[in-house]
């Protein structure tokens, strides 16, 4: 199984990693809440540019990104734009959402990127990810229902086929079997195909056990609430970092 490495971060050796993410809508607001995720336990930080009121100015962008890079080092830093569909904050085009990646990582600044499996512009994105030296998160997120355990795990093998560095999905349940269902997808996954990392998640406050005993069916990162949490069920990473580690396996 592949370890991702990022200076003395290593996803998919030892407990489940914490990441934390970055919610503010203006450069004022990201630096108080750094300021409050610096004091957390955490593994590694997502900066969800989709709520950035600025983010079609691509000069701003790269600015904040400096700042935030200048803010968080050595912490290693996931930039994620989450699309409209895919439940984010704003609605841009396809070839703008390619833009965006593609110059953000052109910039050095960030050592993840996380990609949509099904934006129409994957295999572009890919390309640039991979002559850049960034880490591709592969993403698919599912806010109305838990698909069936064979499309959960064609999801993630077909980012796997993709040349993803690590996988991830995460669902709605609308009953306390979906959760099941996700964490026998991500067992099956993780037991029989993987050969990288990967991350699941059960949303909301029924699926909540799926962040904490994630380890155990193969999960290898969850994501934990500092200011303000990214998703319905994120439990607050001090407490998550601690139960994580509680619950590891020596």
Known sequence: MKVVSIRDIHIGKGA????????GKTLE?????????KQINLDIVEWRADLLEDIEDLTKVKQILTMIREELYPIPLLFTFRTHREGGNKTIEDS???????????????????????????N??????????VIIVMSNHDFDRTPAKEEII??????????ADIA??????????????????????????????IITMSMAST????????EVFGSAATFGSGVTSSAPGQIPANDLKRILELLHTK
Do not use: C
């Open 207 to 214: 699926g909540a056990i799926s962040r904490l005993a994630g």
């Open 96 to 122: 703008y959402y390619e833009i965006l990646l593609v110059e953000v990582m052109k910039t050095k600044e960030i050592d993840l990127v996380d990609v949509e499996l099904f934006s129409p512009k994957v």
């Open 154 to 163: 064609w999801r993630l093998r077909r980012m796997q086929e993709l040349d």
């Open 124 to 133: 572009e994105i890919i390309e640039s990810a991979k002559e850049n030296d």
């Open 168 to 197: 991830k999905i995460a669902v709605m349940p609308n009953k306390a079997s979906d959760v099941l269902t996700l964490l026998d997808a991500t067992h099956t996954m993780h037991s029989l195909y993987a050969d990288r990392p």
């Open 29 to 37: 607001e990201l630096l108080l809440e750094i300021k409050t995720i």
């Open 16 to 23: 489940p990693k914490v990441i934390v993410p970055l919610m």
